[in-house]
């Protein structure tokens, strides 16, 4: 053999590599489509430390800005003389990836350019960068950004595909009541049409009471419907709110919502002084908020999934205090002797409280200290008659 030699090139059809490309595809999609493996890839050796230890750095949301081919982001550190460092990410086809990384103080990829990475990773909704995620990415690469983008892909999808018959209370509006029904399952869901964005409609189907995107595939295929239905400029008008209502805020943290009409009143808006436009994630104010705007004369709909996130929270605490006091004295409580057929010890009566007061926990005792039987102990503890006492508690104590 002598020397080496390129080999010939394959005239067999490759899959596409995507970090091969030399083609131009913009700045913001390259971003975007960046997975969190890419990124330590571009760190070069180590990159995944170099990434983790980057973290302690604050990168300002304000100070990170995309113009055309080229993001800058101030990356502050009290070290440096100027208190910060210019990251500049252009994009040139001939780099890995199509990026090329720059840190204006260190000349080179650093923990300021790793830092910048980090942010555009966890960020790409605020950015802009929204692209969905390569379907192939196993989930456990994504970020939770990535991740509620695949989750809505995927909605969007099956919106798309899935037949479903809308019908609106009134159809020279948008943003109204509809009933949506689907073809396959024969199942009809109640919407309310707010607006275009996630976490601006309702809709009563169980996925989007537990998906936490404020929408959901019927959603998805009402707001396509109605984009054909009306003009843009009319879309644009905003939902005009007549009355009150208390919804679940689905973005974090996860909380209760008034929201309000166009004209408040003197009254209200005095209650409403601290709450207005804020996520409440104490049950206990946004219940006496409700109260006393109730009391005002103020009509309120409280939204289902309100109802429903108000009376889960309740029910929690219930038990929390219930179980808070077991755990002072599991030893002497009578629920050690009573509550399975056998007798628990001290401390797996101590562990089955534990359990039922966060709501939910990982069980991690040794081997043979009884894992089972506090999880028995645990199932046990949930009954529905003992569910059902806490709740017939929290209606005595709010009427
Ligand atoms: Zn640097
Ligand atoms: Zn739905």
């Known amino acids: 053999m002598t020397g080496k030699r390129r080999p010939p090139v394959s005239t067999k059809k490759k899959p596409a590599n995507p970090h091969r ?15 969190y493996r890419a990124a330590c890839r571009l ?20 100070e990170i800005r995309i113009l055309g081919d080229t993001l800058r982001a101030k990356i502050l550190e009290n070290e440096l003389t ?28 650093c923990e300021h350019v790793a830092a910048c ?42 919106a798309e595909s899935e037949k479903m018959t809308l019908s609106s209370l009134d159809r020279t509006v948008p943003w109204t009541e509809y009933t949506v029904t689907s073809a396959e399952s024969g199942k009809t869901y109640r919407i309310a049409l707010r607006g275009s964005q996630p976490g601006e ?13 404020g929408t959901c595939k019927h959603i998805l295929h009402a707001l396509t419907k109605i984009e054909k239905r009306f003009s843009k400029a009319r879309l ?48 206990d104010q946004a219940v006496k908020t409700l109260r ?25 605490r219930r038990l929390q205090t219930k179980t808070d006091e077991i755990r002072k004295d599991p030893t002497g409580h009578p629920l050690r ?39 028995i102990g645990v199932a046990h503890y949930w009954t529905p008659a003992s569910l059902l006492r806490a709740k017939q508690w929290i209606r005595s104590s709010q009427a």
Do not use: W
């Open 21 to 35: 490309t030399t083609k131009r595809i913009g700045l913001r999609d390259r971003l975007g489509r960046m997975t």
């Open 43 to 62: 760190m070069g050796t180590d990159g995944v430390n170099r990434l983790r230890l980057a973290s302690r750095l604050h990168v300002p949301s304000d």
């Open 82 to 109: 100027d208190g910060h460092a210019m990251v500049s990410i252009v994009e040139m086809a001939n780099k890995p990836d199509g990026l090329h990384l720059h840190c204006e103080v260190c000349k080179t990829v």
């Open 117 to 158: 990475l980090n942010f555009i990773l966890e960020e790409k909704l605020f950015l802009g960068l929204s692209q969905e995620p390569d379907p192939h990415e196993p989930i456990e690469n994504l970020t939770p950004d990535e991740l509620v983008m695949r989750a809505i892909a995927d909605r969007r999808k099956r």
């Open 201 to 213: 409609s309702y809709c009563s189907c169980p996925d989007f009471r537990t998906n936490q995107l």
């Open 236 to 283: 644009s008008q905003a939902y005009v709110r007549q009355n009150f209502s208390l919804r679940v805020d689905y973005s974090e943290p996860l909380g209760l919502r008034f929201n309000l009409p166009e004209e408040l009143s003197e009254g209200a808006a005095k209650i409403l002084k601290k709450s207005a436009n804020k996520t409440i994630t104490d049950v």
């Open 292 to 316: 006393a705007l109730e009391r005002q004369g103020e009509s309120i709909h409280v939204c289902p999934d309100a109802e429903e996130f108000i009376e889960k929270r309740l029910l929690q």
């Open 337 to 375: 002797k009573t509550l399975l057929n056998v007798e628990l010890l001290p401390y797996q009566m101590d562990g089955v409280a534990f359990a039922v007061g966060t709501g939910r926990a990982i069980l991690a005792d040794d081997m043979g200290l009884g894992k089972t039987i506090q999880g």
